[in-house]
């Protein structure tokens, strides 16, 4: 039961390429954070969006936040081979409980 | 290492056996977290430590599941009577806030324990 949805499940693009997903989820949140998994490790923290913020960006990762929508992107700009992972929403409804969406799997192809 | 660590790393078991999952959090923080990955998934919540307190075990799946952290650092992830069900990776995560507020609830993981039950 998890609190949220990545779209598209996969990605695959060129190196060079932006690379856009989605994350929606289903109550209110006090900020909403994407990480990365790299196959077989555990997950990084990427970047953290407050309820009262609409945009981020951090290096090469800009993320947006609608909360009428209940919805997150992230954007990963020149996309890299070293970008390859799964990368995951996650939000904290109330107190320190998190909860992470499905994944989407971003493939970039050198 | 400054890092989460997990350990072991790779853990296979007989159904019906018991197993423990050990995590060392990043010194000095507060929270501590455990998740199961399956395959394919995103991280289930099981359970969160405020220093030595399980302040919620909402997410653990049954009674076989128990989890301690009796000095408010190292955590033992305890799973008795194993069922092939419960084949995932086991992931801990700490930070260093004790609120959801802010940026103190960034979490910090470990590669995770990948649990399988034959």
């Known amino acids: 039961s998890q609190q949220g949805e990545e779209d598209p499940q996969a990605l695959s693009i060129q190196e060079g390429e932006n690379a856009t997903m989605n994350c929606s989820y289903k109550t209110s949140i006090n900020n909403l954070q994407w990480y990365r998994q790299n196959s077989g490790r555990g997950l990084v923290h990427l970047i953290l969006i407050r309820s009262n913020e609409r945009e981020k960006h951090s290096g090469r990762l800009r993320v947006t936040l609608d909360t009428s929508k209940k919805s997150s992107s992230l954007l990963i700009t020149a996309s890299r081979a070293a970008d390859t992972a799964s990368y995951f929403c996650a ?7 998190f909860y992470f969406g499905t994944g989407t799997s971003l493939t970039v192809i050198p | 290492g400054a890092g989460v660590s997990q350990s072991p790393r790779y853990k296979v078991a007989k159904r019906g056996q018991d197993v423990a999952l050990r995590c060392d959090p990043i010194s000095g923080h507060v929270s501590l977290f455990w998740y199961q990955q399956a395959l394919g ?31 408010g650092s190292v955590s033992t992830l305890k799973i008795q009577r194993t069922q092939q069900e419960d084949s995932a990776v086991y992931l801990c995560a700490s930070s260093s806030g004790a609120s959801g507020r802010g940026a103190k609830n960034i979490q910090y993981f470990g590669a995770g324990t990948r649990l399988s039950v034959l």
């Open chain 2, 41 to 71: 998934q995103g991280p289930e919540f099981l359970t969160y430590f405020q220093n030595e307190a399980q302040l919620d075990k909402s997410g653990l799946p049954s009674d076989r599941f128990f989890a301690e952290r009796p000095e």
């Open chain 1, 91 to 97: 939000t904290t409804p109330t107190g320190n409980q």
